[in-house]
């Protein structure tokens, strides 16, 4: 048997709860839950009705409330919490971690303050060598894939066997990954596009045309690209499924928390309204000022980002951002 352990069960660590059980009859997968009523009802009734009140979970699917239990004899433990919570959880786990686990990133968030990314984040507060780390990042929209609707994803570690072995755990009919030794990029892309989607959701909330949409999804993954070249990633990483895939993806799709988050901000809603209207993450709003810093570190430009930082942080007005980004100098699309 291999045993998972999916520390946040919440909407994503849930469904890819439910994909590792569905790929394999051999994986028992241990999710923490914060909360004890969540950890009972999963244990109980194999539902967790907070977020998907009609999935049946595998009975290979329990739960506990203690983070260090959970990772306790697990050789796969993968991460899924909003990302601004993942080091300080990482510290209450990272004594009982097995000698040899592979620690598996869900999360598409750039850490405040440090600028790091999730798979840099738990390297450090675990102290792994990156080559222990894999990222999961594509167009994944939790709500789709547990009622198995097909889609492709991407596994990417630096150590392609641990790329390989983690794309092996979560292939199941519905759920196809391919791998990548590209992990800057995957991540870049997964960060970036929750930004773009809030922009996008921006636009529909104004009741903005698909003209202007498609605009900003494609001038949003050039900037993308560029910081992701900055960093070290690589362009074709960008144009695969976690960057383009992933980008039309959440900026199109009313189920996603980023768009809605962009919706409701256009309708006037502050930062911290929106946060309270909405249960679950959108990791867009909580990433955008260390994007902004970050692209500003390497003198990176990132226009769509930077106006969806002074929206968030209110220097700019929603119906002022339109105006703003087309009245820029104009440049060559070539231009990276
Ligand atoms: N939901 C989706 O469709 C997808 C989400 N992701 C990413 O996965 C990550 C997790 O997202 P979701 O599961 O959707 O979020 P969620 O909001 O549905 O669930 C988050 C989980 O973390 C727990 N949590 C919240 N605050 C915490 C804290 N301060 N400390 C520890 N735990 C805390 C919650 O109790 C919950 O179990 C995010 O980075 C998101 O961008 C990636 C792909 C798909
Ligand atoms: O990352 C996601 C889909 O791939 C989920 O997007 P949201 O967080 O905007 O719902």
Redesign the pocket.
Known sequence: MTRVAIL??????T?FGKILTDAREDTLVTLW??RETVAAEINERHLNRE?FPDVELSERMTATTDPAAAVRGASVVVV????Q?AR??MERVAGALEPDAIVVS????LERGTHLRMSQVLAESLGLSPERIAVVSGP????EIVDRQPTASVVAAANPLVAARIAELCTAPYFRPYTNTDVVGVEVGGVVK?IIAVAVGMCDGLGVGDNSKASIMTRGLAETMRLALALGGLGPTLAGLAGMGDLVATCSSRLSRNNTAGRLLAEGLTPDEVAERMS??A?GVKSAAAVAELAAQYDVRMPITQAVVDVVEGRLAVNDMGARLMGRDLTSEGEL
């Not at 946040?8 to 660590?13: K, P, R, V």
């Not at 869900?106 to 968030?109: P, V």
């Not at 994944?140 to 709500?143: C, D, G, K, M, S």
């Open positions: 946040g069960s919440g909407s994503w660590g469904a839950a914060r977020y899924a919490v909003p990302s919570s300080a959880l869900l999360m598409k968030g994944n929209l939790a709500r929750n679950q993450v990791e």
